[in-house]
């Protein structure tokens, strides 16, 4: 059974800085490519950034790029989302994703999902 468990999701400021984690089990960790996602109320999930198997390739959302890096540990079984200058339009849910194969940025195209991780934006 797989399992994506997210963390690290809180209350920042704007202009602070927050990395979350997301620990996988269940799957062969580094033969997939992983994403993140976020869902901000009434809005759909889009995507924010998504990181190949290996961690040589990585891409962004034209919403983060430029603040937000996305790094993974293929022994610690994780990937992270480092968010920097925070904006008061990051505060979302944000959602660890799993995919076998090459990185996308359609969200029906991965296979496994996380929970969750609330993180919101105070002025």
């Known amino acids: 059974q797989v399992q994506l468990v997210e963390s690290g999701g809180g209350l920042v400021q704007a202009g602070g800085s927050l990395t979350l984690s997301c620990v996988a089990s269940g799957l062969t960790f580094s033969k997939n490519a992983m994403g993140w996602f976020r869902q901000a109320p009434g809005k759909e999930r889009e995507f924010v950034a998504t990181i190949n198997y290996s961690g040589s390739s990585s891409y962004f959302a034209d919403s983060v790029e430029g603040r937000f890096t996305i790094s993974r540990d293929n022994a610690k079984n994780t990937v992270y989302l480092h968010m920097n200058n925070i904006e008061l339009e990051d505060t979302a849910v944000y959602y660890c994703?799993?995919?076998?194969?090459?990185?996308?940025?359609?969200?029906?195209?991965?296979?496994?999902w996380g929970q969750g991780t609330q993180v919101t934006v105070s002025s």
């Open positions: 994703a799993g995919r076998r194969y090459m990185s996308t940025s359609t969200t029906s195209l991965y296979d496994y």
